[in-house]
């Protein structure tokens, strides 16, 4: 049984940062894609930090470069995302997904971090 905890989500001020994480569970996750998406109330869930199997490459969507950073861990079957500058407009519920394409809507998904930016 496949299974994504994710941990480090809270609350911050405006400036602030966070770090979260997400621990894979219940099968090798070495030859897929990993990373992030997040849903602020009222809206669609949206693409945030994508890695590729081997980290080799990252990718982020726009709102978001030059502020957070995705890393993965193959050994702990981790994925981990630095998130630096944080913005009111961050707040939203995170989840860490796995899939075969980085950027793309993923296969196995974990229930989710709140994170809560205050100006």
């Known amino acids: 049984q496949v299974q994504l905890v994710e941990s480090g989500g809270g609350s911050v001020q405006a400036g602030g940062s966070l770090r979260l994480s997400c621990a894979a569970s219940?099968?090798?996750?070495?030859?897929?894609?990993m990373g992030w998406f997040r849903q602020a109330p009222g809206k669609e869930r949206e693409f945030v930090a994508g890695?590729?199997?081997?980290?080799?490459?990252?990718y982020y969507a726009d709102s978001v470069k030059g502020r957070f950073t995705i890393s993965r861990d193959n050994a702990k079957n981790t994925v981990s995302m630095q998130m630096n500058s944080l913005k009111p407009e961050d707040t939203a519920v995170y989840y860490c997904?796995?899939?075969?394409?980085?950027?793309?809507?993923?296969?196995?998904w974990g229930q989710g971090t709140q994170v809560t930016v205050s100006s």
């Open positions: 219940g099968r090798p996750f070495n030859s897929y894609a």
């Open positions: 997904g796995v899939g075969p394409r980085a950027t793309s809507w993923y296969d196995y």
């Open positions: 890695i590729t199997w081997n980290g080799g490459n990252t």
